[in-house]
Each structure stands twice: as structure tokens, then as C-alpha cells.
């Protein structure tokens, strides 16, 4: 079986907490397929927060931009754009050093849009993912009450993570999706009609003057958003939290993959499909490991005839 081993990486890992810490080298790898590539660095390239000029999903006041807070210790730059799609071309073609997107949610899973622009992009690398508690509020302009309101901006995850909550207490109200959750804030900001809402972030309602009505909305009170910093640099190879690779072909050759991953002792943390859009039963796996070394990556690219892109080791912040 010849496999085709890929150089660059793609920034599509879905990453779940729980399972696996640090890496550590498996004794069952043999020598020749534990040796990182000199192609690739063993780690990436130190981040100068400072400096750091970060894309991100805006506007103003997103659940993304605290999570490039998180990472870079609110240090360096932060540029909103309206779309992911445009702040992973802005990496892409240098404009930034650094994108921070929302790839999955406890609620509304993972953002199948989102991940389709990372697969579509083999330009980028993972280097780091944040995981943000998530509180989802329900803001309103001043004076505004519940029987005021006919219409809920959000986006479609603060949507599906405070769809109870607006089922029992405002039925009646048109559920409008839109770019992000601090759009929503901000069209019902510059509206000035008290019969919008949004559902957003309490940070939201301090950047757009608008009140908290009613906090914390979510289904579920351990709910979270992982956020991947996506960076040009070539994927690192040193243990980490994390390994990440995609998977390509049909669903026929998926069972071997898993059976290799089993028997490495690598701990599956998610594994998500997305359609290659060529054949029926073909696609692309989104793979994410813990306890997985370079080496027993190596090992499984030779186990399968799908075809694996490797997306680099990174930790979890």
C-alpha cells in the first residue's frame, strides 16, 4: 500500500475535552515511524503575544474575542471580521499572524460551517485551542419587558443553546439568525425599538448599552465553546494535548482507522464527517486524539488506506 503523506496542515481538528494529558511515546511504535520528519518543526514558533495580530469572528464584544483573550493574555491586536470565512483569508494571505475561530459547542455541537471553511484552507496549522464557558443572556433595550418582545436576534448556536428558554418564556417571538451573537446585540442596539432582542454575552450588553433581562439562558449549565488558533506555521510534532489529522476517503476503510487507534492505546477524544462532495460515501474525518504521539500518527498514516493530513500537536488552554 503506498500512502501519500501530505506536508501541509489544515486547521479542521473538532477538539472535545477530556481524554489524554501529555504525550507519551508508545513502546509498541518501532523506530523508523517514531522519527518526526525534520520537514516539520518539533514545536511551533514561540507566540509574541505582544505583537500578535489576531483575526477573529466579530463584531465587537463575541464569545470569540474573549477567547483570543484567553490565549494571548489580552495581549497584541484583535481584528473583527464578518465572517470566519474572512478572518482565515486574512491569515491566509498575511494580513494576520493568527485567526481564533469557534469550531464546536456543548449544545449545538460543532459548526459544520466553520469546519468546511478549515477543510477548505491547507494553508493553516493548528497551534493552540481555548475552551470558554459560555453564558448566554438574553439582552433588550432599557426599559424593555418581556411582553415588549416580538423578535430574538443570534446566532444560530446562541439560538439552539437558549431554545428552551424561549420556548417557555417568549413563544411567540420571531428567532432571527445572523452573523454572530454580538451582531445581534449591536442590531438591537442601533434599532432603538424595544421589541428586539438578542441573545448574547453579558460583555455584549456593556459594549452596546444594553440590559441583561434575563442571564444565563443556556440549556445547559456546563455549556462550552472550543475555540482553535489557526497560525501559517508548519504543524508541530511534540507531544502535546492534542493531536489532530484529517481522514480522507470512503466510510468502508473508516473501522481499520479505529481498530489502528485502539490498538496504539491512543485515546479518541471526537471524530466528526463531513462529505467530500464527490462520491456518496465518501468523506473527510475530522480526528482528534489524546495521548498520541507524532510516532503513533505515523503509525496509523501506514494502517489505513484512507488518506491522512496530518494538523499538528497543540494544547488546550
Given at each position: ?11 479542521a ?15 509498541s511504535?518501532?523506530?523508523s ?17 505582544a505583537?500578535?495580530?489576531?483575526s ?7 464569545y ?8 494571548f493574555?489580552d ?32 449544545i ?13 484552507n491547507?494553508d493553516?496549522s ?20 418581556a ?9 444560530k448556536q ?13 413563544p411567540e ?21 424595544i ?7 453579558a460583555?455584549?450588553?456593556?459594549v ?8 444565563a ?12 488558533v ?9 507531544g502535546a ?10 466510510a468502508?476503510?473508516?473501522p ?5 487507534i ?6 479518541l477524544?471526537?471524530?466528526?464527517d ?43 488552554k
Open positions: 500500500m503506498i500512502k501519500r503523506y501530505m506536508m501541509t496542515a489544515l486547521a481538528a473538532v477538539l472535545l475535552s477530556g481524554g489524554g494529558g501529555k504525550a507519551e511515546e508508545s513502546s511504535i518501532s523506530s515511524s517514531a522519527a518526526v520528519s525534520t520537514a516539520l518543526p518539533e514545536r511551533a514558533a514561540d507566540t509574541d503575544a505583537s500578535a495580530k489576531v477573529y469572528l466579530g463584531p465587537e464584544g463575541t470569540t474575542q474573549e477567547a483570543c483573550g484567553v490565549f493574555d495581549k497584541g491586536s484583535y481584528v473583527p471580521y464578518e465572517t470566519v470565512g474572512d478572518a482565515v483569508e486574512a491569515l491566509v494571505k498575511g494580513e494576520s499572524s493568527f485567526a481564533v475561530i469557534p469550531q464546536e459547542n456543548t449545538g455541537g460543532a459548526v459544520i460551517d466553520y469546519v468546511d471553511i478549515l477543510i477548505a491547507a493553516v493548528v497551534v493552540g485551542e481555548v475552551e470558554l464557558p459560555i453564558n448566554q443572556n438574553l439582552l433588550v433595550l432599557r426599559g424593555a419587558e411582553s415588549d418582545i416580538k423578535t430574538v436576534y443570534s446566532h446562541g439560538i439552539a443553546q437558549g431554545k428552551e428558554w424561549l420556548a417557555a418564556n417568549l417571538a420571531e428567532v432571527v439568525e445572523v452573523s454572530s451573537t454580538a451582531e445581534g446585540a449591536r442590531l438591537v442596539s442601533e434599532s432603538g425599538d421589541s428586539c432582542a438578542a441573545i448574547a454575552s460583555a455584549c450588553a456593556k452596546y448599552g444594553l440590559d441583561v433581562y434575563a442571564a439562558i443556556q440549556n445547559n449549565d456546563s455549556n462550552k465553546t472550543r475555540f482553535y489557526l497560525s501559517r506555521q508548519e504543524p508541530a510534532t511534540a494535548d492534542r493531536t489532530a489529522f484529517i481522514a480522507e476517503g470512503s468502508d476503510d473508516l481499520e482507522l479505529m481498530a489502528a485502539d490498538e496504539l492505546g491512543v485515546s477524544v471526537t471524530i466528526h463531513r462529505p467530500k462532495k464527490t462520491e456518496l460515501g465518501e468523506y473527510s474525518y475530522v480526528i482528534e486524539c489524546g495521548g498520541c504521539t507524532y510516532g503513533q500518527y505515523l503509525e496509523l498514516e501506514k494502517s489505513t488506506e484512507l488518506e491522512l493530513r496530518f494538523l499538528g500537536c497543540f494544547d488546550v
